[in-house]
Every structure is written in structure tokens, then in C-alpha cells.
């Protein structure tokens, strides 16, 4: 064969090899779908073994570990952390531990003048879905005969007369030492153990007292684990409203008037580039300082998107998820309420508290499969589109050259 032959087909083939990098290269360029690191199954086991190794021999939780002393208002965020271990795992050793707290709890709760047990916040929550979980109907039945009953007769509180209306105005009260904002969260808790009981006769009560509770907004200070907790509330109001559909809108502060999907819309301002929350709207910065960011917060925010809309809020749930799974977990399972740079010695309150693991144990088990909606079609950016153009071009050029 002749040289000058040769020397034409060693450059037509070589050029020809650089169509598959070209490929390569666009395709690369073309995508632009978010990657999220979560080894979501580790991160609950993990948890869950952490805050069940704290558990008593009696089935109580300590308040934080080695405290000798028994409060009853902490014991279901703790036990609901370790069902939903149970629930992502099936390890039966988390459902017994559930059984175990809620068999203690029910011995041992705090009473009202009349006799009547004082039921928490989280403990309808809890009690509901042990129940689901263990097919035995009696923690659920404690809830109705104790407080869902007693609400709808009114005949529930400390003088026995008090009906949801009542009810939550002790709760806005309960937190006008700290912040009536809160109130908002603690209601959003009843909301969704009511709906998830079937019981919706509350839902417009309930959101009534959550946008009460946003009027309170914004903190009059703050101080990061001690101070200002706003941020909190606003989670629970669009929290109730995507368990409830209805409307938690302010009539006053800084919310007034803002529709639910923009009282939203306004939460993922509050959140971190790494995922986290704020604490209080007076710790907002542009960008948000990522060392401001607490777990709880980042918890309560993840559930409220994921129950509102998990397709339009997919990155921030996931982002949420994120940060919950590789910032605030540390190696031991526990799950921190401040971010690891924080120096615990600056803080007030360093917050060694066993209940802060089932926070966010609880979320990410029930957050952690946001739909994405339709598969986005990947766009072209301005690397791609120069990347098309070469490929064209040399596309081109072999056709040409081929006729020769």
C-alpha cells in the first residue's frame, strides 16, 4: 500500500478515536442532577443502638446519660426514635424497647389534680404507632379513653373541663416564658397523631392555634441552644398545614398574610448550603452560616416539607436528610443539636440530652423517600453546547472527507 494512503488513513482513524471522549465529554457536561451521600440504614441503626443502649432497666430514658432522675415529657421522643429504628430495620430489639418505655410510661405518668394522666406532646404520637406497630390496640386506646375523648367532651386538663380550644391555649401559654412562637410545633405533634388516628375533628382548631402562635414571631432575642427558637414554630405550622390542608397563615408579625406554600417557601431561606436549619430568624445570614444550623430544627423542617409537598421541596428535604445523616450524627450514633464546629464551651446549654437522637432518628425514617417527581431532561450548559459544536463540526468533516 502506498505511503502517502497509509499516512491519510493513521490521521482519519486517530481523529475518528476522539468521538467517544467527545461523547464523553458532553454527556458530562449535559447532567446536572444532585448526588446525595446518605447511608440512610446506617445512620438508623445506629441511632436507634444509641439511645437504646441509655435505657433503663425499668424501660424510662434518662434525660442525658447517668441522670438518675425520671421525667415523664421526655420518655416518647425517645421510644418513638427507637420504633422507627424498628420500622427501618425490623431488629426486634428496638420494638422491644419501644414496649418497654411505653409499658413504663403508662405507669408512670404525671397527673392532673383530677387523677387524670397529663399526656405530652409527643405521647399520642408514640402510643398511636407502637399500636400499628405491635397490633396491640392497648397503647392506643390509653390515647383515646386519656385525651382524645376527654378533648372532644371536654373534659380533659387540670380541672377537668377543658376541650381543644383549651387545650390549646395552655399550650400557648406554657411557652410565653420562651416563646409563644413554639406553641406552634407542639401543636403540629398533636395534628399529626390525630390525623394518623383517624381523628380530624380538631384539624381547624389546631391550625387556628398554630397561626395564633406564628404571630409571635419574630425572637425578641437569641442565644444558640438557649435563646430564640422561632424558626422552630414555623416548622410546626407548615407542618400542621401539609397534615391538615388547612390554612396557618398570621393575621400579624412578620408572616402576616403569607399562604402556606410561601410561609415554606420563606422556612428553606433559613437553610444552609450543608442542609441544617436555623434556630431563630435572628441568626439569619446571606449565605446562611452553616455553624448556626441545630438538628432539631433540621428535623421538624425536613418533616414539615415532606408532609407539605415532597416533590417540590425534593433537594430541600434531601438536603435536610444530608445534613442530618453526615453533620449532626456523630461516630457513636448520637445525633448532636449543634453543628461539630461548634465549641460546646461557648454555648449555655450544651444540650446532652438522650430524646435530641430520637428527633432526628424519626425524621429521616420518615422523610427518607421524597418523591422526585418526573426525571428532569438534563439541559445543556455552555460547556455542552461547545462540546456539541465540536462533535458537529467533526461529523462534518468526515463526511466531506469521505467523499473525496
Not at 65 to 71: A, R, S
Amino acid at each position: 500500500m502506498c505511503p502517502s494512503v497509509e499516512r491519510v488513513k493513521y490521521r482519519y482513524f486517530r481523529k475518528f478515536l476522539t468521538l467517544p471522549l467527545i461523547a464523553a465529554g458532553l454527556l458530562a457536561g449535559a447532567m446536572s442532577i444532585p448526588a446525595f451521600a446518605q447511608d440512610v440504614d446506617a445512620f438508623l441503626q445506629a441511632s436507634g443502638e444509641w439511645i437504646e443502649a441509655r435505657q433503663r432497666a425499668d424501660g424510662s430514658f434518662p434525660l442525658s446519660e447517668g441522670d438518675p432522675d425520671f421525667f415523664a415529657s421526655i420518655q416518647s421522643p425517645a421510644a418513638l426514635g427507637v420504633l422507627g429504628a424498628y420500622v427501618a430495620t425490623n431488629d426486634q430489639d428496638f420494638l422491644d424497647s419501644a414496649v418497654d418505655a411505653a409499658d413504663f410510661l403508662i405507669n408512670n405518668f404525671e397527673e392532673f389534680p383530677t387523677n387524670e394522666p397529663r399526656i405530652r406532646t409527643f405521647d399520642p404520637l408514640f402510643f398511636v404507632r407502637l399500636s400499628d406497630e405491635t397490633g396491640d390496640p392497648q397503647y392506643a386506646n390509653f390515647i383515646q379513653d386519656n385525651f382524645w375523648g376527654p378533648l372532644s367532651s371536654g373534659t380533659y386538663g387540670p380541672t377537668g373541663d377543658w376541650d381543644i380550644n383549651d387545650y390549646i391555649a395552655s399550650e400557648l401559654a406554657r411557652r410565653a416564658s420562651v416563646g409563644e412562637v413554639i406553641a406552634a410545633w407542639d401543636l403540629a405533634l398533636i395534628a399529626a397523631a390525630a390525623n394518623e388516628a383517624g381523628i380530624t375533628q380538631f384539624n381547624s382548631a389546631l391550625a387556628a392555634g398554630a397561626a395564633m402562635a406564628l404571630e409571635a414571631a419574630p425572637d425578641g432575642s437569641y442565644e444558640l441552644g438557649t435563646e430564640g427558637f422561632d424558626i422552630l414554630g414555623l416548622t410546626g405550622a407548615v407542618w400542621i398545614a401539609g397534615v391538615t390542608g388547612e390554612s396557618v397563615t398570621p393575621g400579624s408579625g412578620q408572616w402576616a398574610g403569607l399562604p402556606t406554600f410561601t410561609l415554606a417557601a420563606r422556612l428553606v431561606e433559613y437553610q444552609s448550603d450543608e442542609g441544617g436549619f436555623l434556630q431563630s430568624t435572628q441568626a439569619f445570614s446571606d449565605p446562611v452560616d452553616r455553624v448556626q444550623t441545630v438538628s432539631q430544627v433540621t428535623s421538624f423542617a425536613v418533616l414539615a416539607l415532606d408532609a407539605l409537598d415532597d416533590t417540590d421541596f425534593f433537594d430541600e428535604i434531601n438536603l435536610g436528610l444530608d445534613a442530618l445523616i453526615n453533620t449532626f450524627q456523630e461516630a457513636s450514633g448520637r445525633i448532636n443539636y449543634y453543628h461539630p464546629d461548634v465549641d460546646l464551651s461557648t454555648v449555655d446549654d450544651p444540650k446532652p440530652f438522650v430524646y435530641l437522637s430520637g428527633y432526628g432518628l424519626y425524621s429521616v425514617e420518615e422523610s427518607r423517600d421524597p418523591d422526585p417527581g418526573p426525571i428532569p431532561v438534563p439541559m445543556f450548559n455552555s460547556w455542552a453546547l461547545a462540546l456539541l459544536v465540536l462533535l458537529l463540526g467533526s461529523l462534518s468533516w468526515f463526511v466531506l472527507a469521505g467523499r473525496r
